[in-house]
């Protein structure tokens, strides 16, 4: 039973060794071989790694466009703030009887507008009135100074 | 030169509240606080002023100011060398250029003309009408100014047989339209408003809770949010402190007696007017009563005033604008546009 169990731990023992010793050789081989490989490749990296470098640096400035997208987003988020904005106004304008203009008008059209106001006639004595007693206040204001 | 674009501006400088409406559609009301830091802490913690609820809020770090009462410039009596209303005057223009600010808010353009309309009380006199325009010198370029219930009636387009009922807090203005520009005899100013109301609500507070201990800042927020002169509303309770512990009280008949009390008077001005008019068009102006200003948010104050009328003029039709706290300022924005730029013009020379 004894030198049953003396085997057994001998062949083990010489199955590990032959086992290290094969992997010793292959890590050896490998490495060897890697080195040689490094060497011969060099020049050859350097050529081929050109067009890969320019595709890594165009995916980089491609990432730097995801990075920006958040800021967009909150530009994007103001933006539709102040159409809200604009659109509550429109709606407090049309409420109060101020009329939008329907569509745009043309420069010229708009150059007429500016210079020269529908006014209603019937209203006319009112401004002239509000007018005239603006003037005065601002005669005797003078008057005071 | 590149021509200046014209920003036309209507404002109402109130005495609790000023408003301001521009042509570009900015809307703003803020009230009429100033308020100026009491020592360095609060300089440092606020700036150097503070406008409208801010200025309510800090009201402890700050000196506050309230430059219009009764619907004018404040004036002392006492100020012999014109100090105060020196210093009056550079307060109400601190609010009016704030209020102004916000009409740049979306503006892109610097370069505006900024021509504005701002409404005085009915019966404001000539030396209040200047004080006006001296508060807008510097701020805006060119500037009228108008009777406030006449804005209010231009910018409803009722101009004829009608009459302009305009509450606010300092005063209430009546006046009535019939085609022309209201005179003297056509408007009535009285100062029982939304202050006085404040006054009435706050004595008979005083009266039923004894021990309670509250500021008239703190029931003038409670009766803007729940005025009322109606028999049919809920009731209300205003939370006040009674030695520290904040305690439930019910002024349902409190707020109704004191929103109340400005009615008679109201009635008494609208019978005066109706009274003194050609009574072929009497009847026209009954009609068409039309209530305005922060007071006329009183909930069931047109029913009231109708049924006073019906009492003491035999009918009555009253209506509240729906935007009553910005149609005084609404008015005076229609009227800044439709003015001709003959008279702008003319007044520019006169500056």
């Given amino acids: 039973m004894k030198m049953i169990t003396k085997t057994s731990d001998y062949s083990i023992a010489a199955f590990e060794y032959a086992g290290m010793v094969s992997f010793s ?15 011969m490749g060099q020049p050859v990296k350097r050529v081929a790694s050109v067009p890969l470098d320019y595709c890594s640096q165009q995916i980089n400035k491609l990432g730097k466009v995801f990075k920006r997208k958040n800021e967009i987003e909150e530009r994007l988020i103001a933006i539709d ?65 | 030169m590149k021509e200046k674009k014209i920003l036309n501006i209507g404002i109402d400088l109130g005495t609790s509240r000023s408003v301001i409406v521009c042509d570009n559609g900015i809307r703003q009301a803020i009230p009429s606080f100033i308020g100026y830091p009491k020592d360095a802490v609060s300089l440092k913690l606020l700036g150097e002023m503070v406008y409208g609820e801010d200025a309510i809020r800090h009201r402890l770090s700050v000196k506050l100011y309230r430059p219009f009462d009764k619907g004018v410039l404040l004036q002392d009596i006492s100020d012999k060398k014109g100090e105060a209303h020196l210093k009056s005057t550079a307060i109400a223009r601190a609010l009016l250029r704030k209020l102004v600010a916000y009409a740049f808010e979306e503006e892109e353009d610097d370069k505006l003309l900024l021509r504005g309309v701002i409404g005085a009380p009915a019966l ?45 807090a300092g005063t209430t203005d009546l006046c009535r339209m019939h085609g022309t520009i209201p005179g003297p005899d056509d408007q009535i100013t009285t100062f029982k408003a939304g202050d006085y109301v404040d006054q009435v609500f706050l004595e008979l507070i005083e009266n039923k809770y004894k021990e309670a201990n509250f500021t008239v800042n703190m029931i003038k927020r409670f009766k803007e949010e729940n005025a009322s002169v109606s028999e049919h509303g809920e009731q209300l309770f ?9 305690t439930s009280c019910d002024v349902t008949n409190e707020l109704r007696e004191a929103c109340h009390a400005i ?41 009231e005033i109708e049924n006073y009328m ?3 003029l035999g009918y009555g039709k009253v209506t509240r604008v729906e935007d009553s706290l910005y149609a005084g300022a609404n008015g005076a924005l229609m009227l800044c546009k439709d003015m001709p730029d003959e008279y702008w013009d003319e007044l520019k020379k006169r500056k």
């Fill in chain 2, 263 to 303: 009615v008679p008077d109201i009635v008494e001005g609208i019978r005066k007017l109706v009274a003194t008019f050609d009574p072929e068009f009497q009847d026209g102006l009954k009609q068409n009563v039309i209530l305005a200003g922060g007071g006329s948010r009183m909930i069931g104050l047109h029913k």
């Fill in chain 1, 25 to 39: 050789y292959m890590k050896r081989s490998g490495l060897a071989l890697k080195f040689g490989i490094i060497k």
């Fill in chain 1, 81 to 145: 703030d102040k159409l809200e904005r604009i659109i509550r106004r429109l709606a407090d304008i049309e409420k109060s009887g101020v009329v939008v203009a329907e569509k745009q008008k043309s420069a010229k059209e708009k150059k007429q507008i500016i210079e020269k106001k529908q006014i209603n006639a019937g209203n006319m004595m009112f401004f002239k009135a509000i007018a005239d007693e603006n003037i005065q206040l601002r005669h005797q204001q003078e008057g005071n100074q």
């Fill in chain 2, 238 to 246: 205003i939370e006040l402190p009674i030695k520290g512990k904040p």
């Fill in chain 2, 310 to 312: 019906k009492k003491t």
């Fill in chain 2, 124 to 168: 404001a006199t000539q030396n209040n009408k200047k004080d006006f325009l001296e508060i807008a010198d510097g701020v805006l370029d060119d500037v009228m100014i108008a009777s406030e219930p006449f804005c209010v009636a231009y910018g409803m387009n009722a101009l004829n047989s009608a009459l302009i009922v305009d509450i606010g």
